[in-house]
């Protein structure tokens, strides 16, 4: 078949994928298609109706773990559609598109059907087809040798984000004795950090349900977390007359809800925290009685602020300090106020001040823990928890002090997942070899070329790296450079590991066999340590063991749990509220058992910060470079360039492949304001080149009157073509589409010195191209 002919067969597949919709790109902008969503009865119903069988199992198309409740139909063997499950209590029967082009995905020309080895140079792409065993014996073999010669700790693993199979990734690394489990700055782990050790807890929700205002800062909760999960609350809270203030750079769908839109430049919003802090304490619109009883060292924070006012805090991030003022203002005075903030406000050099900021600022306005304010903790149920499979009973100090790059200082590791040494460390240290170089690397789910800041950094790093594994479903942006590539199952082709969150477990059904010579994660990390000789670690191999284990806290077995084709619902727990009491004593994730707040009270001056050697209050910090921390560089590079993370339809740097999906979202574009486009002769849709001091993107133009006209921002995670579609993969480095070379990787100036998250602002020029 031509490819054109093809493009128009999957044009007309599409225009039935938008017609189910029945709001076509409406739809698409709410981050979910009104397809069909059925009961159990009402799903075999339909699937008697259509000669199908259907099968109840969850979704597997996002992560970490939003585990949407699904029925699964298949026609003579063949996967054919999705359905959302009503029955969930995740879900409720909502799923977003990527949940309902599943099929495409697994069917994917791109997918990885048996395991192979290089043969050619790496870099070049040539593999030869190897069986699972001869790759699980190759992989033991390098494992094995290098432990015996350079220690356990020459093994790391990558993880831009936690999965459902991340605590097997931590046995396997406990097993074998290496504490370097390398995780990505950009995932929520920054923000658990500087709130665990600002208010002793996290996640923090906001009690959406009973809030007059919100403030939605950095996060976009309409295409984050499980499908139409925030939405619904958003829309809700909104038809009950909450306020709602939307702080971020660009408009996303959020602000079409908002009361107000703050559109702060990209990478500032520490110094807009500091500045809204000033006002709240220059103005006394705190709670004098819980700052009195519950905050340790508000004194100090009174006089620490003065240098930032909202005059200082304007130049920097663009807002007008009459609009700070008012913001602070309007947050502190309300009785019931909550701040729902997400990523967007980590990925910078002053990452950890940022979070301590809003902490404190929840906490002494007096909407910490309190109606409509934000939780100390998430709701809870009456469901036991699974018996965890990590092996962090074993952690000593000689394993912390192995770490080749502590993501997070050595005194305040391990953190709650477990040791941890940055995903960017791992490869800097292959080049450097300080203090010694990794000479392994496992990577499942992980594309370290676009996964990562400074990707011309992470490819000279994968040149020199002794051994790397890529373990994934399709083809990888960095599979050229693996010495073994691993194909994994989806998750409809497998019978586990069971979920479980919030009130809901679930055992995970098979929907179809699987089409090649392949295992799951959890297999593979299994049968790799039986190989190694960690079986008595590995429940020997078995899958139903580990699940049965797991299980034992709930007094059943897996088998009992599949006779619950929807899962077990548990009661939740009454909310409580102001549980300082108890929250503020919590024993930390440190080897000592140390509280994560020493006084037992909200460590708005953190000794345990001072003591390691930091700032033990927030401060700003310039990103590397900035309108107002590098002017000399705006002549040439005069825009603020920034990427966001959260689509309506990708999965961070995955699923271009997937036709239904890259039709709605076929190309890179660039938002840029019309008067910064039309300075420069752009019109819509126009290919365009975006320089900055370290690489550059050819993306297309996007007109958008709703971002700053000195900021432009892209998603992130552009590679991947899509065959059936005749879109070719773009070039990884400079003039394609990956965001991660445009950024600044200078180790003083790009990382936050305690949580390494690394800055995702920069400043660029954009020319047609
Ligand atoms: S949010 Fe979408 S992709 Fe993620 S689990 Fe739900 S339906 Fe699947």
């Known amino acids: ?179 370097n489990y390398g995780h990505s700055g950009i995932c929520a782990m920054q923000r658990s950090f500087g709130l665990h050790y600002t208010v002793g807890a996290w996640p923090i929700p906001v009690d959406y349900g009973k809030s007059d205002v919100i403030l939605i800062w950095g996060r976009q909760p309409i295409y984050s977390g499980p499908a139409m999960g925030d939405a619904r609350a958003i829309v809700n809270a909104k038809g009950r007359g909450a306020k709602i203030i939307a702080i971020k750079p660009t408009v996303e769908p959020d602000v079409g809800l908002a009361d107000m839109w703050v559109p702060v430049r990209p990478g500032t919003d520490t110094a807009l925290a500091l500045a809204m802090l000033n006002v709240v304490v220059n103005e006394n619109l705190i709670d004098n009685e819980f700052v009195e009883k519950w905050c340790y060292g508000y004194d100090q924070l009174k006089d620490h602020v003065q240098k930032y006012p909202p005059t200082w ?63 100390l903790g998430p709701p809870i149920s009456k469901m036991p928890r699974p018996k965890s499979v990590h092996l962090r009973e074993r952690y000593t100090q000689e394993w912390v002090d192995k770490l080749v790059y502590p993501e997070f200082p050595k005194p305040f590791q391990p953190f709650v997942e477990g040791t941890s040494s940055a995903y960017y460390g791992l490869f800097d240290s292959v080049l450097t070899e300080k203090p010694y170089p990794i000479r392994s690397i ?38 050229d450079y693996a010495d073994i590539v691993i194909p994994t199952a989806t998750p409809y082709e497998i019978d586990h590991p069971f979920e479980c969150g919030g009130n809901w477990i679930m055992a995970r059904n098979r929907v179809i066999q699987p089409l090649g010579d392949y295992k799951s994660i959890f297999e593979f990390l299994c049968d790799l340590g039986v190989k190694m000789g960690y079986g008595s670690d590995f429940w020997n191999g078995s899958m139903v063991d580990s699940m049965n284990d797991q299980l034992k806290p709930f007094g059943i077995n897996i088998d009992d749990l599949r006779k619950y084709p929807t899962g077990i619902k548990y009661e939740m727990v009454p909310i409580q509220y102001e549980k300082y009491e108890t929250v503020f004593k919590r024993k930390s994730s440190q080897l000592s058992g140390a509280p994560f707040l020493p006084q037992g009270k909200v460590a708005i001056y953190n000794t345990s910060f001072k003591e390691a050697g930091f700032n033990p209050l927030p401060e700003w910090k310039e990103p590397p470079e900035s309108i107002t921390g590098t002017p000399e560089l705006t002549k040439k590079y005069p825009l603020i360039l920034s990427d966001y993370h959260t689509s309506s339809v990708y999965t961070a740097s995955w699923q271009r492949n997937v036709p239904y999906l890259r039709e709605i979202l076929p190309y890179p574009m660039l938002h840029i304001h019309p008067d910064t486009a039309s300075e420069r002769g752009i019109k819509n849709g126009d290919w365009v080149r975006v320089e900055s001091p370290y690489g550059w993107m050819k993306v297309k133009a996007e007109i958008y009157p709703g971002t700053r006209p000195d900021t432009v921002m892209i998603l992130h995670g552009w590679w991947q073509g899509c065959k059936e579609l005749g879109f070719e993969d773009y070039p990884l480095l400079d003039g394609g589409a990956n965001v991660n070379v445009m950024y600044s990787v200078d180790p003083e100036k790009a990382f936050d010195p305690i949580v390494t998250a690394m800055a995702s602002q920069t400043l660029v020029q954009v020319t047609k191209a």
């Open 1 to 179: 078949m031509s490819m054109e002919k093809k493009k128009n067969q999957w044009l007309l597949d599409r225009r039935t994928f938008l017609k189910a919709t029945g709001a076509g790109i409406a739809g698409v902008a709410m981050g979910t298609f009104p397809f069909e969503s059925f009961t159990l009865d009402e799903a075999m119903a339909a699937a008697a109706k259509g000669g199908e069988t259907v099968m109840p199992t969850f979704c597997g198309m996002c992560g970490p773990a939003a585990n949407c409740g699904i029925y699964a139909f298949t026609k003579n063997g063949r996967f054919t559609k999705v359905a959302g499950m009503k029955e969930s209590s995740v879900n409720n029967g909502s799923l977003c598109p990527k949940g309902h082009a599943a099929p495409q995905w697994v069917y994917s020309p791109e997918r990885l059907k048996y395991p192979l080895k290089r043969v050619g140079e790496k870099g070049e792409g040539k593999f030869q087809k190897i069986t699972w065993n001869e790759a699980i014996e190759i992989i033991a073999d390098t494992l094995k040798r290098q432990k015996e010669k350079y220690g356990p700790e020459s093994l790391g693993t990558l993880s831009p984000a936690r999965r459902t199979y991340s605590e097997y990734v931590y046995r396997f690394l406990i097993a074998h004795g290496s504490p």
């Open 313 to 375: 805090a304007e130049k920097i991030t663009g807002i007008p300090s009459e609009q700070i003022t008012e913001i602070a203002r309007i947050y502190a005075m309300a009785k019931r106020a909550g701040i729902d903030f997400g990523n967007g406000v980590e990925h910078t050099p002053s990452s950890n001040d940022v979070i301590r900021a809003v902490g404190i600022l929840i906490a002494i306005t007096g909407h910490l823990d309190r109606p409509g304010g934000n939780f």
């Open 442 to 479: 496992i990577a499942p789910g992980s594309q370290s070329i676009v996964s990562t800041r400074g990707s011309k950094r992470v490819v000279e790093a994968l040149k020199k790296l002794e051994f790397y594994v890529v373990v994934d479903v399709t083809r990888t942006a960095d599979m």
